[in-house]
């Protein structure tokens, strides 16, 4: 079992920058592949990035690479995720996921708004 706990979501303007968080409980951490996710309102979560458990293989969205970047630290147990250059459209809850075998985690979310 693992728990996941997001932090580091607030309001900020237009071209702010946010780090996210995502603690895990768990010894095993270092052998899930992590990933980030997304919901806006009234919409489908969508994917936002992920990193394997060595962090040898990192994906991103397409629309939003160049200004998020996924990065984790095994002896932390935390996967972050830097987003910079935010975007009105980049407010959403924010969701914290773990990947392992059939084992799939998700956290509570995180709520990032974006102002202009």
């Known amino acids: 079992q693992v728990q996941l706990v997001e932090s580091g979501g607030g309001s900020v303007q237009t071209g702010g920058s946010l780090r996210l968080s995502c603690a895990a409980s768990g010894r095993t951490f270092s052998s899930y592949t992590m990933a980030w996710f997304r919901q806006a309102p009234g919409k489908e979560r969508e994917f936002v990035a992920r990193i394997s458990w060595s962090s040898s293989s990192i994906g991103y969205a397409d629309s939003l690479k160049g200004r998020f970047t996924i990065s984790r630290d095994n002896a932390k147990n935390t996967v972050y995720l830097q987003m910079n250059s935010l975007k009105v459209e980049d407010t959403a809850v924010y969701y914290c996921?773990?990947?392992?075998?059939?084992?799939?985690?998700w956290g509570q979310g995180t709520q990032v708004t974006v102002s202009s």
């Open positions: 996921n773990a990947r392992f075998s059939s084992q799939n985690y």
